[in-house]
């Protein structure tokens, strides 16, 4: 059996993103069909799938919308902050298949009976946001939005809110606050579950673009379609955007659990190998928070649980591949950094430990350090997330604190002779 | 100077419109104020503020948080240069250097003909074609020292005028209302 | 924090406690005695969990893991650790980061001793920093305001003043700028922190970021000296902390009184011991301008005095003010008008108050029976600009949906915008408006199917929702002030009689502006009154039996009082800290008062405008300089701290009484302090019970509604972070015990030996007249900041001009524009003014802000206004 392209099948057409592409490869029909079946039935449908959320947290998406509060109110916002280093499928998504996000997010507001939607789309996507605008405008226009949507007696807003630049708004607390007008400060979580309070104190599902986009396809196919493909929890397809060392960077849609992190940066059609055919040093599963893997783990499945036992994440989707040219400490430095930069500055540990822990490594990474910074990057790691293990505890409000010691504290403790090298010789020795 | 357009408040009611709370339109109205004038000036967060009914110093405070909001003046031209994990394994300090010299300038400042500033960025989802360098958020991957020179040259010529709208522009088309603006209660397209 | 009584168990460190339902882990550690530490949370908000300070171990449903105990609450059977190891890691960590970009600048920091921050490093830190990279720098203290600084690189983004400003003043002046480590505290623009209420984001800072103008190394903790008192600025009686240092008061700090002012202060309050430090302090005594003995000024006024009984009766000498007094200055002062001199024409207010028969004879609320009335109606001025703490208090009941608020104004106030209705009428008009909204009969159209008309002004659909709110909630609580100095007292008298008329269970907080007002007439100090909130009929007997003897008859009021004078019937007049020329509403008057040739003898702190042409100033101590007691407009009697000395030869006004009466022949029977009280207490009921021992008395700080009835307060914790530098303050309370603990054994004896005042409502009949088509309503409210006898420099708010307002329909009818100058009629005086637009102001209306400083051609309400009349009417010329 071929294994089908269930978010990325339009995506080889130039006009992808058009309407008339759009309905010309069958677009607007799942929701036609969502439609005339009860809202709990596409839920079923939906949980049947176990689609794991796509967003970064892998929360199957039907119990998610299973433990919505009962309330005359209720919004869906869809998350398209993509800001995660090396995350780069939701723009795909958005840019090339605008039409596919709105029915699938369409599909979900019926299902959760919401009475508005929102796609929150993060604010440097100037095509993206123009691409997704023309598709909700034309929607409104086809009908599939509005009043009375195809005669159903479903009726729905759907705004496209533009984001301003801020990481920590794809945490969905933060991501809430800004779009009620708010800097993006994270909620506490008790008691800020968006099911229970989330857009001004009323019950809301924040789920991911890539999630929303495979709702067409599941109602069009049958939950239990998507959930023969895959193996245990992790079912359907997945996009993943293979970036770093490789000959091929790109977004790939692969089934997951059946390939392994070798095979997507290996295999002639994702990958295509490593540059220079040089050694894989280290890669990055799962965005820029998540623990690093040697080369020993290449064999992995792509599969949630698999990574998640092995120590790391699938997080977003991404995988960052580095060769053996690559220097650890820069890698782990500039990392750091992008978390030092991005802290919104509630927290202390955060806000103060993301600006000390860069300014150690840069030090380090300059020439300039002693060995006894090891302990102490450790030491500051373990006052973030106390313990410094995989799943994280921590001190901070939302997870981007305990995010900060992931490259620091792994790459220490996979590369500690390349911080020696670098402490003893006064510099980097790849430069 | 720089407080809306008649044509621009009309739009900033109908934005307002578009959520069930006014403070929700913030972000959209900044937005809408930098695409008007270029940066968020003092004399637009005052409007703002009266527009969605807090105080100028809430509507500052919210808008600094977020890094496209620039509460001081910048070039036409915001040249973001992503150094980012993977656009960095790409070369992109590298780049960066190169943009420095080019445009003769430091990363943060802007051309003394205010044409460029140069911006650092964090990962800005390009990170298929490394190095990703945006202009205005228009997306320009995986350049070289040689097609930057070229990017710039285009820029100054005018050539990428369709292409790159001037410094604030993010989108250029407006959003629909939807069903209050069926109810009348909203605006009308 | 949590309305539900229920009760449970939770544990804590493995001890088994009770806590209550709906409270946060920190309150609950709190009650259990065990502290712990923390930043950003205060008790008087909301929490935020920012800081990770008070990080402990919860158990949940994942097992124990750390959470901050100032946001979660307690739940049952919940156990808490808060001194495992993994907790002190937390908080030796959140210690160690929030100093490594501080710049630990302790020694030179107005903070250092008395700094949480410095405190918790020493209790729970890291013995030494590791940090070894270049701190953030900010430019050094940046100005919020004239008063108020920052100092961006102390601050450890707690955010506990850009939330007061927000949550608790309703003034988002000031807020978090940028993100991440660069985020900043900081104000838009030009757009200064020009909040009345500025001053506490200092006193909550945890950390010495914010500093007031005042205080900037003034002192350092150690050698501050303090006295618990009560403030004086205005008759909301926030308690206070005074601090001084070398005999020099130099900082007021806001104590949690729970039942007043909840730790917070406003500026004018806490910056008010600028005044005693004044260039314009009188410390001599001075005869015609010119610096005289203590014996010869005392000479001259009871010679005067004399000759004045002696000739023309002792009612050809008078006595004005008493709010600026103790309680027992008051009484003192009560006690020489009537048995020494024998007049009844004692007056302590301004002809711009209350009547007495309000203040002391009406069903009374306090502050928090009103913040828990389902029900307020306001009746009167914006409570912001006349008691800026009762603000915040009906502030906050009014958003925390407590409590549900009608107001009946003439314009706007700061209340408005949270008002459930906000009744604007024409100036003059209001009982009108109260009889539409109280009276048993709903609105009628004058004829059968006509439309109803508006009642004064006001909406009759506004009138009607209001009525149904006020008809469900008869036992509303009522808060009557002047809305204006041009509208006369007997209209909210006749506002009042109609409430008490109809609605019995009604319940009265009268507000009054100047300080003890309320004390100087418990005192007796209002014609017709004798001390005990009693008349002069109803008390004669029982008076006449202590002092020797009282007038026969009834005495003038301050109008009355100053009419006499300009007519020459009076021979000497005595201010008693009081300055009728900036505070009488008609300057006409008051001035023609001053300049007749009446005796005058100001009895004053500072130099004013009345002051300079009496014939004899006596030099006297004020606030902070003096003991006693205060009475606040609840009738709540709580102490007043003597921290320094009295500058030059100030005296206490109860010591100018005594030797006065002496050098008349007559013994008032008191040579100190403590012999004034006790005669208080064992001769007038209503201060039955009330010891020096007991309001001294930790137990009773936040001061005792009279008369004293022994109910028990809750005891209380007050958190040391919540207001750092008066950390001894952190102690239970428990009302009604004595000074060594034991439970006060209240002496209910003698109950009543008269009777006391009650209110009679009257059947009133005023005539407003009708406004011609010519003219406008003059409306003259007040603001906090003016021109008054209180001169403390330091004002927060930019100083207004004294202009007219007007909105634009009728500026535009005199083709006027602002800024241009106007001729201005009234019956009483003509002028010449700028004038100014404001919308806010209803057609056919113009609003002069009353007793601002008033120079050039800027016009003073007070011209304008006239005596005896009921509203003032103004025409307006172009010139
Ligand atoms: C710091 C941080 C950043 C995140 N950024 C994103 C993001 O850019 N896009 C996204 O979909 N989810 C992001 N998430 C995850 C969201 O909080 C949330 O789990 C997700 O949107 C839920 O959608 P899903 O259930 O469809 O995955 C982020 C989480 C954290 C803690
Ligand atoms: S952990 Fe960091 S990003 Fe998250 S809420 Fe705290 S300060 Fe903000
Ligand atoms: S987080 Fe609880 S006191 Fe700051």
Redesign the interface.
Same mark, same amino acid.
């Given at each position: 059996m071929s294994i089908p392209k269930i978010v990325t099948s339009r995506l080889g057409f130039d006009d992808s993103f058009t309407m008339d592409r759009y309905i010309k490869t069958g677009g607007y029909q799942a929701l036609r069909k969502a439609l005339k079946a009860k809202p709990e039935e596409i839920r079923e449908e939906v949980t049947t799938s176990n689609l794991l959320g796509r967003g970064g947290a892998g929360f199957e998406t039907g119990r998610k919308w299973s433990m919505l509060r009962p309330n005359p109110v209720r919004y869906l916002v869809v998350n398209g902050d993509e800001s995660e280093p090396a995350t780069f499928k939701d723009r795909m998504l958005i840019e090339r298949d605008p039409h596919q996000l709105v029915e699938g997010t369409l599909i979900a507001a019926y299902a959760i009976q919401a009475t508005q939607a929102f796609i929150f789309i993060r604010g440097e996507f100037a095509l993206g946001l123009e691409r997704v605008i023309n598709a909700v405008n034309e929607a409104y226009e086809y009908g599939a939005i509005g009043e009375n949507i195809f005669g159903s007696g479903f009726s729905i807003d759907l705004v496209v809110h533009p984001g301003a630049g801020?990481y920590i708004c794809g945490e969905e607390t933060a991501l809430i606050e800004s779009l009620e007008g708010k800097?993006g400060f994270p909620r506490?979580k008790?008691p800020f579950f968006p099911a229970a309070i989330g857009l001004y104190g009323d019950p809301t599902v924040v789920n991911n673009v890539e999630t929303m986009s495979n709702m067409p396809w599941i109602v069009n196919n049958g939950g239990a379609a998507f959930a023969s493909l895959g193996e245990g929890r992790s079912t359907g397809t997945r996009l993943f955007a293979l970036s770093g060392h490789v000959n091929q960077p790109g977004n790939y849609e692969v089934e997951m659990s059946k390939s392994t992190f070798r095979d997507l940066i290996y295999n002639p059609e994702y990958g295509g190998g490593v540059r220079r055919n040089n050694q894989v040093k280290a890669i990055i599963p799962g965005g820029a928070s998540a623990p690093w893997f040697g080369p020993d783990q290449l064999d992995l499945a792509l599969d949630q649980d698999a990574v998640a036992k092995a120590g790391s994440m699938l997080g977003s989707g991404s995988i960052i591949v580095m060769d053996e040219e690559t220097c650890m400490v820069r890698a782990a430095w500039r990392i750091a950094r992008f978390f030092?930069?991005?802290?919104?500055?509630?927290?202390?540990?955060c806000?103060?430990?993301?600006?000390?822990i860069d300014?150690?490594m840069r030090?380090i990474e300059d020439g300039y350090g002693r060995e006894e910074d090891l302990d102490?990057l450790m030491d500051?790691c373990?006052?973030?997330a106390?313990g410094v293990s995989w799943p994280p505890?921590?001190?901070?409000?939302c997870v981007l604190g305990p995010s900060i010691p992931s490259s620091v504290a792994w790459s220490i403790r996979m590369f500690r002779d390349e911080y020696l090298i670098h402490i003893k010789e006064g510099g980097c020795p790849f430069r | 100077m720089a407080r809306f357009t008649t044509e621009n408040l009309e739009k900033a009611s109908e934005i307002i419109s578009l959520y069930p709370e006014p403070r929700s339109a913030l972000i959209p109205l900044c937005h809408l104020a930098q695409a008007q004038d270029g940066w968020l000036t &003092?004399e637009a967060?005052?409007q703002i503020a009266d527009l969605i009914g807090?105080? &100028?110093?809430?509507?500052?405070?919210?808008a600094?948080?977020?890094d496209m909001f620039h509460t001081e003046q910048v070039g036409e031209y915001l040249v973001g240069v992503c150094t980012n994990i993977s656009c960095m394994l790409g070369g992109a300090y590298e780049l960066l250097e190169h943009c420095e010299d080019r445009l003769g300038i430091r990363c943060g400042q802007t051309t003394k003909d205010g044409k460029f500033t140069l911006e650092e960025m964090e990962c800005m989802a390009g990170c298929d074609g490394p190095p990703c360098v945006t202009v205005n958020y228009r997306y320009f991957l995986g350049l070289d020292n040689s097609k930057f020179d070229q990017l710039v040259d285009d820029l100054e010529s005018g050539r990428l005028d369709e292409e790159v709208p001037k410094h604030g522009t993010v989108f250029r088309n407006a959003r629909q209302g939807g069903l209050r603006a069926n109810k009348g209660e909203g605006q009308t397209k | 924090m949590s309305d539900s009584s229920e009760k449970f168990n939770i544990s804590i460190d493995g001890i088994e406690c009770e806590a209550n339902a709906g409270e946060l882990i920190i309150t609950a550690c709190d009650n259990a005695g065990v502290h712990i530490p923390r930043f950003c949370y205060h008790p008087r908000m909301k929490p935020?969990?920012?800081?990770?300070?008070c990080?402990v171990e919860v158990s949940g449903p994942r097992g124990m893991?750390?959470a901050?105990s100032c946001?979660?609450q307690v739940a049952p059977g919940m156990e808490i650790v808060t001194d495992s190891e993994?907790v002190k890691?937390?908080q030796?960590?959140?210690l160690?980061?929030?100093l490594?970009?501080h710049p630990l600048d302790c020694p030179v920091c107005d903070k250092g001793g008395e700094c949480p921050l410095q405190d918790q490093t020493l209790a729970y830190g890291p013995g030494e920093s590791?940090?070894v990279?270049s701190k953030?720098h900010w430019a050094k203290p940046i100005p919020l305001s004239d008063l108020i600084l920052l100092d961006r690189e102390r601050c450890?983004?707690c955010g506990r003043c850009i939330r007061f400003a927000?949550e608790i003043a309703g003034d988002?002046?000031?807020?978090?700028?940028?993100?991440?480590?660069?985020?900043e505290v900081?104000?838009?623009?030009e757009?200064k922190f020009t909040s009345y209420y500025s001053g506490n984001t200092v006193q909550i800072c945890p950390v010495g970021a914010l500093t007031a103008t005042p205080y900037r190394f003034a002192s350092r903790p150690w050698d501050l000296e303090q006295v618990e008192s009560t403030c004086m600025s205005c008759a909301n009686g926030c308690r206070m902390v005074v601090q001084s240092s070398q005999d020099k008061l130099i900082r007021n700090l806001g104590i949690d009184s729970d039942p007043v002012n909840q730790s917070w202060l406003c500026d004018k309050g806490r910056f008010g011991f600028t005044a005693n430090q004044s260039d314009l302090r009188v410390t001599v005594p001075l005869a015609s301008n010119e610096e005289v003995s203590w014996k010869s000024a005392i000479d001259f006024v009871a010679d005067a005095i004399k000759q004045a009984v002696d000739s023309t009766g002792p009612e050809s000498v008078a006595i004005i003010g008493g709010s600026r007094l103790t309680n027992e200055d008051a009484y003192c002062w009560s006690k020489f008008a009537r048995s020494v001199i024998g007049t009844d024409s004692v007056d302590a207010q301004l002809g711009d108050g209350l009547a007495p028969e309000l203040v002391l004879g009406l069903p009374k609320a306090t502050i928090d029976q009103a913040c828990k009335a389902p029900l307020v109606v306001l009746v009167g001025p914006d409570i912001r600009e006349e008691a800026p703490i009762l603000f915040l208090r009906l502030k906050d009941a009014a958003t925390n949906g407590q409590t549900k608020l009608i107001e009946v104004t003439p314009n706007a106030t700061s209340l408005s915008k949270y008002a459930t209705q906000s009744l604007f009428h024409r100036p003059g008009e209001q009982h009108v408006v109260i009889s539409a909204l109280v009276s048993p009969q709903e609105l009628k159209p004058p004829t059968q199917g006509a439309p109803i008309q508006p009642v004064a002004g006001v909406d009759v659909d506004d009138i009607t929702l209001a009525r149904k709110l006020i008809q469900e909630n008869k036992d509303a609580v009522f808060i009557v002030g002047r809305p204006s100095m041009a509208d006369s007292e007997e209209i909210l008298t006749e506002s009042v009689s109609q409430v008490v008329a109809n609605m019995s269970e009604a319940k009265f907080l009268t507000l009054l502006r100047r300080a003890n007002t309320h004390g100087a007439l418990d005192s007796g100090l209002a014609p017709g009154c004798l001390p005990g909130r009693t008349t002069l009929d109803l008390g004669k007997e029982h008076f006449t039996k202590i002092w020797g003897k009282v007038p026969a008859t009834k005495g003038s009021s301050c109008t009355e009082i100053l009419q006499k004078a300009s007519r020459s019937e009076l021979k000497v007049l005595i201010l008693l800290g009081a300055d009728p020329i900036k505070d009488f509403p008609s300057k006409k008057l008051a001035l023609s008062a001053i300049n007749s040739d009446t005796k005058i003898v100001s009895i004053t702190a500072h130099m004013n405008d009345s002051a300079k042409l009496s014939d004899v100033v006596l030099p006297a101590t004020m606030f902070g300089e003096k003991a006693g007691t205060t009475t606040n407009f609840e009738g709540r009697v709580s102490s007043l701290g003597k921290k320094v000395t009295a500058p030059g030869q100030s005296w206490d006004d109860w010591a100018i009484a005594v030797t006065l009466a002496m050098r008349l022949g007559g013994d008032l029977g008191f040579n100190s302090l403590e012999d004034i009280s006790e005669e208080m207490e064992k001769y007038v009921p209503l201060y039955r019970n009330l010891k020096p021992h007991i309001w001294e008395s930790s137990a009773q700080k936040d001061g005792i509604v009279l008369p004293i009835t022994g109910e028990s307060v809750k005891p209380r914790w007050i958190d040391p972070i919540a207001t750092p530098g008066i950390s001894s303050l952190t102690h239970h309370r428990v009302a009604l015990r004595d000074s060594n603990d034991n439970t006060l054994e209240l002496d209910t004896g003698k109950t009543s030996e008269f009777q006391v005042l009650r209110f009679e409502p009257h059947q009133g009949d005023l005539k407003i007249p009708t406004l011609d088509a010519y003219s406008l309503r003059l409306m003259a409210p007040r603001r906090l900041y003016d021109a008054g006898t209180h001169d403390g420099p330091a004002s927060a708010t930019e100083e207004l001009p004294s202009i007219l307002n007007l909105n634009h329909y009728d500026l535009d009818r005199i083709g006027a524009s602002t800024g241009d100058r106007v001729k201005v009629v009234s019956s009483t005086g003509e002028h010449v003014s700028k004038v100014a637009l404001d919308d806010s102001i209803a057609k056919g209306t113009a609003l002069i802000w009353f007793n601002l400083k008033a120079n050039g051609d800027e016009i003073g309400a007070s011209d304008l206004i006239g005596v005896g009349e009921l509203v003032t009417d103004i025409r307006l010329e172009a010139i």
């Amino acid at each position: 059996m071929s294994i089908p392209k269930i978010v990325t099948s339009r995506l080889g057409f130039d006009d992808s993103f058009t309407m008339d592409r759009y309905i010309k490869t069958g677009g607007y029909q799942a929701l036609r069909k969502a439609l005339k079946a009860k809202p709990e039935e596409i839920r079923e449908e939906v949980t049947t799938s176990n689609l794991l959320g796509r967003g970064g947290a892998g929360f199957e998406t039907g119990r998610k919308w299973s433990m919505l509060r009962p309330n005359p109110v209720r919004y869906l916002v869809v998350n398209g902050d993509e800001s995660e280093p090396a995350t780069f499928k939701d723009r795909m998504l958005i840019e090339r298949d605008p039409h596919q996000l709105v029915e699938g997010t369409l599909i979900a507001a019926y299902a959760i009976q919401a009475t508005q939607a929102f796609i929150f789309i993060r604010g440097e996507f100037a095509l993206g946001l123009e691409r997704v605008i023309n598709a909700v405008n034309e929607a409104y226009e086809y009908g599939a939005i509005g009043e009375n949507i195809f005669g159903s007696g479903f009726s729905i807003d759907l705004v496209v809110h533009p984001g301003a630049g801020a990481y920590i708004c794809g945490e969905e607390t933060a991501l809430i606050e800004s779009l009620e007008g708010k800097r993006g400060f994270p909620r506490i979580k008790p008691p800020f579950f968006p099911a229970a309070i989330g857009l001004y104190g009323d019950p809301t599902v924040v789920n991911n673009v890539e999630t929303m986009s495979n709702m067409p396809w599941i109602v069009n196919n049958g939950g239990a379609a998507f959930a023969s493909l895959g193996e245990g929890r992790s079912t359907g397809t997945r996009l993943f955007a293979l970036s770093g060392h490789v000959n091929q960077p790109g977004n790939y849609e692969v089934e997951m659990s059946k390939s392994t992190f070798r095979d997507l940066i290996y295999n002639p059609e994702y990958g295509g190998g490593v540059r220079r055919n040089n050694q894989v040093k280290a890669i990055i599963p799962g965005g820029a928070s998540a623990p690093w893997f040697g080369p020993d783990q290449l064999d992995l499945a792509l599969d949630q649980d698999a990574v998640a036992k092995a120590g790391s994440m699938l997080g977003s989707g991404s995988i960052i591949v580095m060769d053996e040219e690559t220097c650890m400490v820069r890698a782990a430095w500039r990392i750091a950094r992008f978390f030092h930069r991005e802290s919104c500055g509630q927290c202390t540990p955060c806000r103060e430990g993301s600006g000390w822990i860069d300014r150690i490594m840069r030090r380090i990474e300059d020439g300039y350090g002693r060995e006894e910074d090891l302990d102490l990057l450790m030491d500051a790691c373990d006052n973030i997330a106390p313990g410094v293990s995989w799943p994280p505890a921590q001190t901070t409000i939302c997870v981007l604190g305990p995010s900060i010691p992931s490259s620091v504290a792994w790459s220490i403790r996979m590369f500690r002779d390349e911080y020696l090298i670098h402490i003893k010789e006064g510099g980097c020795p790849f430069r | 100077m720089a407080r809306f357009t008649t044509e621009n408040l009309e739009k900033a009611s109908e934005i307002i419109s578009l959520y069930p709370e006014p403070r929700s339109a913030l972000i959209p109205l900044c937005h809408l104020a930098q695409a008007q004038d270029g940066w968020l000036t &003092p004399e637009a967060i005052g409007q703002i503020a009266d527009l969605i009914g807090l105080s &100028p110093a809430e509507v500052k405070g919210t808008a600094s948080f977020y890094d496209m909001f620039h509460t001081e003046q910048v070039g036409e031209y915001l040249v973001g240069v992503c150094t980012n994990i993977s656009c960095m394994l790409g070369g992109a300090y590298e780049l960066l250097e190169h943009c420095e010299d080019r445009l003769g300038i430091r990363c943060g400042q802007t051309t003394k003909d205010g044409k460029f500033t140069l911006e650092e960025m964090e990962c800005m989802a390009g990170c298929d074609g490394p190095p990703c360098v945006t202009v205005n958020y228009r997306y320009f991957l995986g350049l070289d020292n040689s097609k930057f020179d070229q990017l710039v040259d285009d820029l100054e010529s005018g050539r990428l005028d369709e292409e790159v709208p001037k410094h604030g522009t993010v989108f250029r088309n407006a959003r629909q209302g939807g069903l209050r603006a069926n109810k009348g209660e909203g605006q009308t397209k | 924090m949590s309305d539900s009584s229920e009760k449970f168990n939770i544990s804590i460190d493995g001890i088994e406690c009770e806590a209550n339902a709906g409270e946060l882990i920190i309150t609950a550690c709190d009650n259990a005695g065990v502290h712990i530490p923390r930043f950003c949370y205060h008790p008087r908000m909301k929490p935020v969990g920012m800081c990770r300070m008070c990080l402990v171990e919860v158990s949940g449903p994942r097992g124990m893991s750390l959470a901050p105990s100032c946001y979660l609450q307690v739940a049952p059977g919940m156990e808490i650790v808060t001194d495992s190891e993994k907790v002190k890691k937390a908080q030796d960590g959140v210690l160690e980061f929030l100093l490594i970009n501080h710049p630990l600048d302790c020694p030179v920091c107005d903070k250092g001793g008395e700094c949480p921050l410095q405190d918790q490093t020493l209790a729970y830190g890291p013995g030494e920093s590791r940090f070894v990279e270049s701190k953030r720098h900010w430019a050094k203290p940046i100005p919020l305001s004239d008063l108020i600084l920052l100092d961006r690189e102390r601050c450890i983004q707690c955010g506990r003043c850009i939330r007061f400003a927000e949550e608790i003043a309703g003034d988002p002046m000031i807020d978090f700028m940028s993100r991440g480590e660069t985020i900043e505290v900081n104000i838009f623009e030009e757009n200064k922190f020009t909040s009345y209420y500025s001053g506490n984001t200092v006193q909550i800072c945890p950390v010495g970021a914010l500093t007031a103008t005042p205080y900037r190394f003034a002192s350092r903790p150690w050698d501050l000296e303090q006295v618990e008192s009560t403030c004086m600025s205005c008759a909301n009686g926030c308690r206070m902390v005074v601090q001084s240092s070398q005999d020099k008061l130099i900082r007021n700090l806001g104590i949690d009184s729970d039942p007043v002012n909840q730790s917070w202060l406003c500026d004018k309050g806490r910056f008010g011991f600028t005044a005693n430090q004044s260039d314009l302090r009188v410390t001599v005594p001075l005869a015609s301008n010119e610096e005289v003995s203590w014996k010869s000024a005392i000479d001259f006024v009871a010679d005067a005095i004399k000759q004045a009984v002696d000739s023309t009766g002792p009612e050809s000498v008078a006595i004005i003010g008493g709010s600026r007094l103790t309680n027992e200055d008051a009484y003192c002062w009560s006690k020489f008008a009537r048995s020494v001199i024998g007049t009844d024409s004692v007056d302590a207010q301004l002809g711009d108050g209350l009547a007495p028969e309000l203040v002391l004879g009406l069903p009374k609320a306090t502050i928090d029976q009103a913040c828990k009335a389902p029900l307020v109606v306001l009746v009167g001025p914006d409570i912001r600009e006349e008691a800026p703490i009762l603000f915040l208090r009906l502030k906050d009941a009014a958003t925390n949906g407590q409590t549900k608020l009608i107001e009946v104004t003439p314009n706007a106030t700061s209340l408005s915008k949270y008002a459930t209705q906000s009744l604007f009428h024409r100036p003059g008009e209001q009982h009108v408006v109260i009889s539409a909204l109280v009276s048993p009969q709903e609105l009628k159209p004058p004829t059968q199917g006509a439309p109803i008309q508006p009642v004064a002004g006001v909406d009759v659909d506004d009138i009607t929702l209001a009525r149904k709110l006020i008809q469900e909630n008869k036992d509303a609580v009522f808060i009557v002030g002047r809305p204006s100095m041009a509208d006369s007292e007997e209209i909210l008298t006749e506002s009042v009689s109609q409430v008490v008329a109809n609605m019995s269970e009604a319940k009265f907080l009268t507000l009054l502006r100047r300080a003890n007002t309320h004390g100087a007439l418990d005192s007796g100090l209002a014609p017709g009154c004798l001390p005990g909130r009693t008349t002069l009929d109803l008390g004669k007997e029982h008076f006449t039996k202590i002092w020797g003897k009282v007038p026969a008859t009834k005495g003038s009021s301050c109008t009355e009082i100053l009419q006499k004078a300009s007519r020459s019937e009076l021979k000497v007049l005595i201010l008693l800290g009081a300055d009728p020329i900036k505070d009488f509403p008609s300057k006409k008057l008051a001035l023609s008062a001053i300049n007749s040739d009446t005796k005058i003898v100001s009895i004053t702190a500072h130099m004013n405008d009345s002051a300079k042409l009496s014939d004899v100033v006596l030099p006297a101590t004020m606030f902070g300089e003096k003991a006693g007691t205060t009475t606040n407009f609840e009738g709540r009697v709580s102490s007043l701290g003597k921290k320094v000395t009295a500058p030059g030869q100030s005296w206490d006004d109860w010591a100018i009484a005594v030797t006065l009466a002496m050098r008349l022949g007559g013994d008032l029977g008191f040579n100190s302090l403590e012999d004034i009280s006790e005669e208080m207490e064992k001769y007038v009921p209503l201060y039955r019970n009330l010891k020096p021992h007991i309001w001294e008395s930790s137990a009773q700080k936040d001061g005792i509604v009279l008369p004293i009835t022994g109910e028990s307060v809750k005891p209380r914790w007050i958190d040391p972070i919540a207001t750092p530098g008066i950390s001894s303050l952190t102690h239970h309370r428990v009302a009604l015990r004595d000074s060594n603990d034991n439970t006060l054994e209240l002496d209910t004896g003698k109950t009543s030996e008269f009777q006391v005042l009650r209110f009679e409502p009257h059947q009133g009949d005023l005539k407003i007249p009708t406004l011609d088509a010519y003219s406008l309503r003059l409306m003259a409210p007040r603001r906090l900041y003016d021109a008054g006898t209180h001169d403390g420099p330091a004002s927060a708010t930019e100083e207004l001009p004294s202009i007219l307002n007007l909105n634009h329909y009728d500026l535009d009818r005199i083709g006027a524009s602002t800024g241009d100058r106007v001729k201005v009629v009234s019956s009483t005086g003509e002028h010449v003014s700028k004038v100014a637009l404001d919308d806010s102001i209803a057609k056919g209306t113009a609003l002069i802000w009353f007793n601002l400083k008033a120079n050039g051609d800027e016009i003073g309400a007070s011209d304008l206004i006239g005596v005896g009349e009921l509203v003032t009417d103004i025409r307006l010329e172009a010139i």
